[in-house]
């Protein structure tokens, strides 16, 4: 395949997930991010912003490492997954985390931002 073939294939198919990602983020959260960042709120931002740059971290470590198209379209649908399910165990654990969005407590949407941050960087690392 032309380089600039599989340049695009991975691009598109990276944005895609990413996409993906922000869909089912969204829809498993228990608040409504869009809504309360189109209102201002700040922590929501924090924590969806977070969480986007932690799962796309993930996805260039598996472009930069990965030998194929299947094998980074495999590590970046497993990346998502603990993505998702570590936003789940840390929000059981903190307790409160949709009383604390939507009251815009702006520490927590960076604690729970730099969690999904965390998390990404970790994933990214394993994957090198």
Known sequence: MPAILAYLLHLLTAA????????????????????LIRQGNQAAAFSLGG????FAVTLASSLLH???YYQFAGWAAGAMLVQILV?????????????????????F???LGAISLSIG????????
């Open 87 to 107: 936003y789940a165990v840390a929000t059981s654990l903190l307790k409160m985390s949709k009383d604390q969005i939507e009251a815009d407590n702006k520490a």
């Open 109 to 111: 949407g960076v604690l």
């Open 16 to 35: 895609a997930m990413v996409l993906v990602f922000f869909v089912i983020y969204t829809r498993v959260t228990p608040f409504d991010e869009v809504t």
């Open 66 to 68: 990965t030998a194929d």
């Open 121 to 128: 960087l970790i994933n990214a690392g394993c994957i090198s």
């Open 51 to 54: 969480a986007l740059v932690g």
